[in-house]
């Protein structure tokens, strides 16, 4: 019968692409000549969803309900009723038997209106469940270890020539950028720094154990070498690396023939990098030689709390020790 206005059509090209049926060539055309007859949908007909969900379960397994439902109130009865009511006419839900059924309860919303809660805590303790890999913290500390800063004053201003590189017209080449490390040992400590075109790019140092404080210069920092490629992996990979060390005997040890053990684990695990290890004096390597005298570190190993041994005057550099200038 024609169609009275007060319902809302559904074109004919839109039936198609919801899938609300298999139409051939011709059909449609039928459809289209006949558009005024056709609904957007019989009463109580459920409506396509583009998602189907399906829970898989352990087989063989049945969720162990409680027998009883939660005691509601009388007038959350009928909001429960009333909702019921809606999910049928609307057909997102149909009556069905089975042998298990979850209990509902409801919870209040910030605007005084009742939320209807299903407890299926005892589906989920039988749910496959999908296996999802923690991401690294320290990956996830290096994305939002800006995420504090909530105004940049001038910011286009500071930002119009990154703005201005991200233009077609742009003479600006990417080009890779040469990775240096520098490291050092101390006799309770080790350290690196990452650097970029002389920019440091990231710190590392942590304590020694009890047994590595008494292991020989030589091995301590060949082990602060191998700990600094192993932390920074991910932003080194296969690219070139260089590694700068105030001990000149670890210059030639990739080309050593004969090692201990121990030097061969480790010489084995830089192999997977691209590198290059050169002298360079300590004294020249003032970064990486004061992260490992940070009395934090001394103070763990010896099992007391870092004790300053005078102030210090930020603002003027000619401060001593005991706080006379």
């Known amino acids: 019968m024609p169609n009275s206005g007060q319902t809302q059509r559904l074109p004919p090209s839109q039936l198609l692409n919801q899938g609300k049926a298999k139409l051939d060539h011709g059909f449609a055309q039928l459809v289209d000549k006949f558009e005024d007859i056709f609904r957007e949908l019989p009463p109580g007909a459920a409506k396509e969803r583009p998602i189907k969900q399906q829970i898989p379960t352990i087989p063989g397994r049945i969720p162990e309900y409680p027998k009883k439902c939660y005691h509601l109130p009388e007038d959350q009865l009928k909001e429960l009723k009333k909702y019921l009511k809606d999910l049928l006419e609307k057909g997102f839900i149909v009556p069905s038997q089975s042998p298990v059924a979850a209990p509902v309860f409801f919870v209040g919303k910030s605007d005084g209106s009742l939320r209807l809660v299903i407890d299926y805590r005892a589906l989920n303790g039988i749910t496959i469940k999908d296996s999802y890999p923690i991401p690294r913290i320290q990956d996830l500390f290096n994305k939002l270890g800006k995420a504090q800063w909530k105004l940049i004053p001038n910011f286009n201003k500071l930002a119009h020539p990154l703005h201005q590189l991200l233009k077609e017209t ?7 950028k040469h990775s240096l490390i520098k490291t050092d040992a101390s006799k309770h400590a080790i350290r690196a720094v990452l650097e970029q075109e002389g920019q440091p790019v990231a710190f590392e140092s942590r304590k020694l154990s009890t047994r590595d404080q008494f292991l020989p210069a030589y091995e301590s920092e060949l082990l602060a070498i191998v ?7 991910s932003f080194i990979g296969t690219k070139p690396v260089t590694v700068e060390t105030d001990h000149a005997t670890l210059s030639r040890m990739l080309s050593q023939k004969k ?3 121990r030097l061969g684990y480790w010489v084995d695990k830089l192999a997977d990098f691209n590198l290059k290890v050169v002298y360079k004096p300590g004294k020249q390597n003032l970064v990486a030689n004061a992260i490992s005298r940070r009395p934090d ?4 190993v010896q099992g007391e709390r870092p004790r300053p041994r005078g102030r210090v005057n ?6 001593t020790p005991d706080g006379r200038r």
């Open 170 to 176: 742009s003479d600006m080449h990417w080009r890779p």
């Open 227 to 233: 700990y600094a490629l192993t932390k920074w992996k």
């Open 259 to 261: 090692v201990t053990p």
């Open 297 to 300: 570190l001394l103070a763990a």
């Open 314 to 319: 930020l603002l003027n550099s000619r401060a």
